[in-house]
């Protein structure tokens, strides 16, 4: 079992940044592929990034150049780096980890509350 908290979701202008993080909990954090969802309302939740145990990015076209994943498994974090926010980026940010990276959100087993962004135009 893994237990997730996201944070650091808030309000920006369109062309801001704002810094993801999820803190991870249990055991063998670092043996976890890790993604990043969002879910705006009455939409699907929807692949953003993941990141592979080693450290390879998976990422989904419309954030690319945008953000960027990472993570300190010496701290159980992944980060999401997110650039040029545009108001179409505003949605519940939710943390996953899962056996595999991968873009679809059933072959991750552990997520997180999800932390909102909002993106002002």
């Known amino acids: 079992q893994v237990q997730l908290v996201e944070s650091g979701g808030g309000l920006v202008q369109a062309g801001g940044s704002l810094r993801l993080s999820c803190a991870a909990s249990g055991r063998t954090f670092s043996s976890y592929a890790m993604g990043w969802f969002r879910q705006a309302p009455g939409k699907e939740r929807e692949f953003v990034q993941a990141i592979s145990r080693i450290g390879t990015i998976y990422y989904a076209d419309s954030v690319k150049g945008r953000f960027t994943i990472s993570r300190d498994n010496a701290k159980n974090t992944v980060y999401l780096q997110m650039n040029s926010l545009k108001p179409e980026d505003t949605a519940v940010y939710y943390c996953?980890?899962?056996?595999?990276?991968?873009?679809?959100?059933?072959?991750?087993?552990?997520w997180g509350q999800g932390t909102q962004v909002t993106v002002s135009s």
């Open positions: 996953a980890a899962g056996g595999f990276m991968s873009d679809d959100a059933g072959r991750y087993a552990y």
